[in-house]
Structures are given as C-alpha cells and as structure tokens.
C-alpha cells in the first residue's frame, strides 16, 4: 500500500482538480476562453515566479527549458483552451468524466515506451472496457442529439495532453526544482496567450465582471493552479506518472457533485452507461502488475512493486 502521506496528498489534489471544471463555468459566463486561461496562469505565475527568483531556481529550470515547454503545451496551452471551449456546450459532469480516459490513455502510451508490464491482460481488457466506455458515452449522447461531437473529441484531445504531461515531467531530472519548471511552465503559458488575452479582455472590466467570476478567477490561477501542480509534481514523485493520474476519479466525483447540486446539470443515458466503463477500464489499465515487471526489470522475489494505491 502506498504511505498515508501519498495517499493523502493523492486526495487533496484529486479534490482541488475536480473544482476547475465548476469555476470555468462561473468564469465564463463573462469572460472568454483565451482571457480565462491568460488571467489563471498569469496569477499562478505571479504567485510562484517572485519566490522561484528569489531562491536560484530558474538557472536550473532554464538548462531543462524543451522539457518545460513541453509539458506546459501538453499540461495547460492545449488543454486549458479546449476544456472552457468544450464547456460552452457540455455539462462540467459530462467533461469531467471524458478525463477520466487520462489513466488509461497513460497506461497505453507507457506500454508504447516499453514497459512491458502495460501489455498484461488485465491491463489491455481495461484498455478495451475504457474504449467501449468512450464510445459508449459518444453514441448514446451525441447520436441520440444530446450532446454534439465536437466538444466531446476537444475533451479527448485535453485528456491525451493530461496523460502525456506526466510522464514528460517524471522524466525530468530529479534536481531540477518542481517549483521552477511550474513557475516557468505557467510564465511560458501567460506569454503564448498574452497577445490573444490583450484582444479579448473585456475594455471595462470594472462594470462586467460579478464578484462571483472574479472569485472563480482567483481561486483557478492560485488554487487550482499555482498550489495545486506544486502537490501533484510531489504526488508524482512519490508514486509515479501513471497511479497519479488515478486522481481524475477524484475530479470526477467532485467535479458531478458540484455541476448537479449547484449548476443543474443533467445526469444523462450517456453518462449513466459511459461512466462504469470508463471508470473499470481506467482502473484495470493503470495498476501495476507484478509478475510482468519483475520478468521484464527482474526485481527479485520478494522485492515486488505494490499493486494497489
């Protein structure tokens, strides 16, 4: 079993990341998609960027810049653009559950790159249950003209970027600070939607905005943002790319109980057949399994990596 401490900060992240999906849906209501995710980062920049300086931390960062700029495309420019324009017509519920294909995206990209114990049988039958789940929750939504197609691939394609991030960062060295790459991933970030967020910022935004959408605003560049990949760079090192994306289970249930008890968002056939699917596969794709692992890394009897979180 993993330690109390990981367990616990596998939650307290898994809580903060399901509440994005609820604050996006606040957020827009006045603001767009570009000048949301330029305002978010721009504070989680502001936040952590003053403190990366004024320890030394960016000398280091800088020497890994390719693999930052990496993983902020895969983590937050592609994802954090497609999510809100996703949102605008599908429920925080049904978008929150199209991530939780991140595990097992992660569990067949992994095997991909070699690992051997990816290709178990178990982990390719969650592989094929959490397919059926996607397709599942496609047809029966989309075909049925309760959800169009469009907004569903959008939130695919953030999932595939979620899966890959990770592993992007669990392959940087491990002296490189976790507080420089996201301080600089979120600067990268606030650079690339600088000029789009200039265009689309509202003229008077001392009129617009309610207090509510500024909160939301708040809480999704320093919370949700800035805290939150500070302790999911942690959760990675201690139990890996591949378990701790095992969290979008977590976003999931937080993320429905908000979209139903506060936005009145609808539970539909989709989601009702999708979400089981979809939840059995992930969870069979992303555990570890050990007789494949010691065969193919020969880790000898008795030293076998755990196989439940």
């Not at 721009?42 to 004024?54: D, H, K, R, S």
């Not at 197609?149 to 999932?159: H, T, V």
């Not at 999931?252 to 008890?261: H, P, R, Y």
């Amino acid at each position: 079993m993993v330690p109390r401490k990981s367990f616990l900060l596998f939650l307290i992240v898994g809580i903060i990341w399901g509440t994005p999906y609820f604050f996006i849906e606040i957020a827009l209501e006045y603001f767009d998609t570009t000048s949301l995710v330029f305002t978010r980062v721009f504070l989680g920049a502001l936040i952590l960027m003053p403190i990366v300086l004024a320890k030394g931390m960016l000398k280091a960062t800088l020497k890994v810049w390719p693999a930052v700029v990496a993983f902020a495309s895969l983590e937050m420019v592609g994802p954090w653009f497609l999510i809100p324009e996703a949102q605008k017509d599908i429920s925080s519920s049904l978008a929150s559950l199209l991530i939780t294909t991140v595990p097992f995206i992660a569990a067949f990209v992994v095997g991909l790159m070699g690992d051997k114990s990816a290709w178990h049988p178990l982990t390719v039958l969650g592989l094929v249950i959490g397919l059926a789940g996607v397709v599942a929750l496609v047809g029966i939504d989309a075909f049925s003209g309760v959800t169009p197609l469009a907004p569903i691939f959008m939130m695919l394609a953030a999932a595939a970027g979620y899966a890959l991030a990770p592993i992007v960062a669990n392959r940087m060295p491990h002296e490189v600070p976790t507080l420089g790459v996201i301080a600089l991933s979120l600067t990268v970030v606030s650079i690339v939607y600088a000029p789009f967020a200039a265009i689309s910022l509202p003229q008077d935004i001392s009129a617009g905005p309610s207090w509510q959408s500024w909160v939301a605003l708040l809480i999704l560049g320093a919370i949700c943002s800035a805290l939150a990949f500070v302790l999911f760079f942690a959760l990675i090192r201690q139990i890996g790319p591949a378990r701790a994306s095992l969290i979008t289970y977590v976003n999931l249930a937080v993320a429905a109980v908000l979209g139903i008890a506060f936005l009145s968002e609808p539970i539909t056939p989709g989601i009702l057949v999708g979400f089981p699917l979809v939840v059995v596969g992930s969870y069979l794709a992303s555990r570890q399994r050990q007789a494949l692992v010691r065969r193919s890394k020969r880790v000898p009897k008795g030293e076998e990596i755990p196989e439940t979180l």
